[in-house]
């Protein structure tokens, strides 16, 4: 069976701060894609990062990073000097190479403060 | 750019009464998806479709089915609503192999 597991249900910052949301996936499959979504207060997903299963590259992407480590599971993504406009709810997900369906985590809420 | 557009943003029914969630996408995707976002529990998967009039239970399919006539067009249909499906329910589209999803705004729904 399939899981991704957000443990941190909420995370304050003051802005500028640097912040990591975890993920961390269960799959007994080898070929998978990972996912990172935001959901701003005004309600859609918008959709960040997908990563294969067979590059562990980590990516930067302006103030983003994302940092895949097989060995351990985890799908981490990181925030740099974050912003108030970076507020939202962030999600990661799993999907299965040959299957259509999408496997979210509980999502992770993120309030950054002035 | 992709858009998922979801007929209602708030919606309120009442208890026994049949509901329809509307959802149009405009960029020719194939599959097409229904989820439900409830706090603590994330997304969870209700009803997606690959084609045409083809449909796939997710994993919380019960008091919910799905009709899809057309390929834009994906509807959601409480058929005697209760107030254990008040909810978020989001609507979203991608291609065959969904390398990515697009989603729509979101309908929340109150059933009273």
């Known amino acids: 069976a399939q899981k991704v597991t957000q443990a941190q249900t909420e995370i304050s910052v003051v802005e500028k701060e640097d912040v990591t949301l975890d993920c961390v996936y269960e799959?007994?499959?080898?070929?998978?894609?990972l996912f990172w979504y935001k959901q701003p207060p005004s309600g859609e997903l918008v959709f960040l990062i997908r990563?294969?299963?067979?590059?562990?590259q980590n990516e930067i992407s302006g103030r983003y990073s994302w940092n895949f480590q097989k060995s351990t599971s985890s799908f981490n993504f990181t925030i740099t000097a974050s912003q108030v406009v970076d507020s939202a709810v962030y999600f990661c997900a799993l999907r299965l190479y040959n299957f259509n369906k999408f496997y979210f985590g509980s999502g992770t809420k993120l309030n950054v403060k002035p | 750019d992709v858009k998922v557009t979801q007929s209602s943003r708030y919606l309120v029914k009442r208890t026994g009464e049949k509901v329809f969630l509307e959802c149009v996408q405009d960029m020719d995707h194939e599959n097409m998806f229904w989820y439900r976002q409830d706090p603590g529990l994330g997304l969870r998967l209700i009803y997606f479709s690959y084609d045409v009039k083809m449909k796939e239970k997710g994993d919380i399919p019960e008091g919910y089915s799905v009709s899809r006539e057309k390929k834009e067009r994906f509807s959601l249909i409480l058929e005697s609503a209760s107030t254990n499906q008040t909810s978020m329910y989001l609507c979203?589209?991608?291609?065959?192999?969904?390398?990515?999803?697009?989603f729509g705004s979101g309908t929340q729904l109150s059933v009273l």
């Open positions: 990563r294969n299963s067979f590059d562990e």
């Open positions: 799959t007994r499959d080898t070929t998978y894609y």
């Open positions: 979203a589209s991608g291609l065959e192999h969904s390398e990515k999803l697009f």
